[in-house]
């Protein structure tokens, strides 16, 4: 009996030491995930067959978007290009993409130091925020490159890569005014640059900004702060006053890229919901829903009366959804098009 | 502009503007929840809201017109709707929030259709 109930006891402990030593493995294994690639990381949504329903003076029922681009290395940061084409920022591949008025696709920036969106300015440059190597799908905890405000194309210049002695980080959104200043974002705050090259704060971290756009006379800053609209008046020297909510996301999700049309509209993507349109005194006007997740808008085409907007995501040739092993970030998006009724403001780029 | 098309003017101004106003959500208790039988009118499949306009009988046996308001054409596919889901005559019954201005208008959390199925509107 007490050579049973010894045998027993160690039975016990051998099993205890190698569940143990199996929750340690686990254990060490997510931490390993955590450290940088091999996060959890969610699919994009599958597509979705979405039909307009009219919202007067904006765009009309019963439409659907065309797919024009689509691939797995991302898309973010749309604008509109001169000619009626679109550029927009690829992060990872650390590339400027471009469709021309007939939408088809060429590199038009390489080594862009992981820029994530961009804007043209009032000498028609073509300016990024940088993201560096901070991607969360790649090692941000081993990357160590400050992240840069740019100008891109026709010439590299560096305009802003500061505030007040803090190197900026994995910048998010920018909106470049008609007197050569440049709103723009990191993780750590919202800022304004000058011509001259003055970096001023505009907000801290307890705004989440993503989105950000000016008003037509450029005086009022607007940014989403997750389910809100945020405004501010500018001052004449671009350094703002007055912050206030200006509108909610009343169809939900989180605010993110912006567009503003002619009449002064706001234009919002919000992630799953679509893109919801404000008046310019902040008043729901209504959803155009997006077949993908939206994150970025922008008025293109000839006149400025087609909308581009990006959905998370995108389609094999056979059909089904692109998907990525567990652990590797799903960065395809696809880009779409529809004719509008309304204008995109033909006073900025965007 | 002669007599007869200023007195059209004049009547449609009198209308109570109410019946096809639009409420904040801000402006509805949030915190209850009501029940309503009636029969459809119209069902407006717009933005930025739909809204279905029903009639439902008072105990007394008068008549009511209530708005329910629900969420954009999309949200509202999201949750399983078509601009054909209702149509005028369907008996129906809403479950959802009373404005706070005691005005004949619920913003619509779900809704019994003739077959009885549900069909969220607002998802919170």
């Excluded at chain 1, 049973?4 to 190698?18: E, F, G, N, P, T």
């Excluded at chain 1, 000498?123 to 993201?131: M, S, T």
């Excluded at chain 2, 149509?87 to 003739?114: E, F, Q, Y």
Aim: glycine share 12%; hydrophobic share 35%.
């Amino acid at each position: 009996m007490k050579l049973k109930a010894m045998r027993a006891i160690a039975c016990s402990l051998v099993a205890s030491a190698i569940a143990l030593s199996g929750i340690a493995i686990a254990q060490q294994q997510q931490q390993q995930r955590n450290a940088g690639g091999g996060q959890e990381f969610r699919q994009p949504t599958p597509a979705k067959d979405v039909t307009t329903t009219e919202i007067p003076g904006v765009i009309a029922g019963g439409l659907k978007w065309k797919l024009v681009w689509q691939g797995p290395d991302n898309a973010d940061g749309l604008v509109g290009a001169a000619d009626g084409g679109i550029y927009f920022a690829q992060e990872q591949p650390s590339t400027v993409g471009r469709l021309d008025p007939n939408d088809k696709f060429s590199i038009f920036v390489r080594d862009t130091h992981g820029t994530g969106a961009l804007g043209i300015d009032y000498k028609k440059r073509l300016i990024g925020v940088e993201r560096t190597c901070s991607d969360p799908g790649g090692h941000p905890d081993q990357c160590h490159e400050a992240a840069e405000l740019v100008a891109l194309s026709p010439k590299w210049e560096v305009l802003a890569s500061k505030y007040m002695d803090k190197t900026f980080w994995r910048m998010g959104e920018l909106v470049c005014d008609s007197k050569g200043g440049v709103y723009f974002s990191d993780d750590f705050g919202t800022y304004f640059v000058n011509a001259k090259g003055q970096v001023s704060l505009v907000a801290g971290k307890e705004v989440r900004t993503n989105g950000m756009m000016l008003s037509r006379d450029e005086k009022t800053l607007y940014v989403t702060d997750v389910k809100k609209l945020v405004a501010w008046d500018i001052q004449p020297d671009g350094t703002v006053t007055n912050k206030r909510d200006f509108a909610t996301l009343e169809a939900g999700g989180a605010g993110d890229g912006m567009a503003i049309d002619s009449e002064g509209r706001l234009y919002v993507t919000s992630g799953d919901p679509g893109i919801q349109v404000f008046s310019p005194e902040g008043k729901f006007l209504g959803v155009i829903p997006l077949p993908r997740s939206s994150s970025s808008i922008a008025f293109a085409g000839p006149n400025k009366k087609v909308l581009y907007a990006k959905g998370a995501g995108m389609s094999n040739p056979d059909g089904t959804e692109y998907r990525t092993p567990d652990g590797v970030r799903n960065n395809a998006k696809a880009i779409y098009k529809i004719d509008v009724i309304a204008q995109g403001f033909m006073g900025r780029p965007k | 502009m002669n007599w007869a098309t200023f007195s059209i003017i004049f009547l449609l101004l009198g209308l109570p503007g109410s019946v096809f106003a639009h409420h904040s959500n801000a402006e509805y208790d949030r915190d209850h929840q009501s029940k309503l039988k009636g029969t459809v009118v119209e069902f407006k499949w717009t933005n930025p809201h739909t809204q279905i306009v029903f009639d439902v009988k008072g105990r007394d046996g008068t008549g009511q017109r209530w708005i329910g308001e629900g969420p954009s054409p999309s949200q509202m596919t999201e949750n399983g709707w078509t601009k054909d889901t209702l149509k005028r005559g369907d008996r129906i019954s809403v479950v959802g929030n009373m404005p706070r201005s005691g005005s004949l208008a619920v913003r619509l959390r779900w809704v019994t259709l003739p077959n009885g199925k549900n069909l969220f509107a607002y998802n919170n």
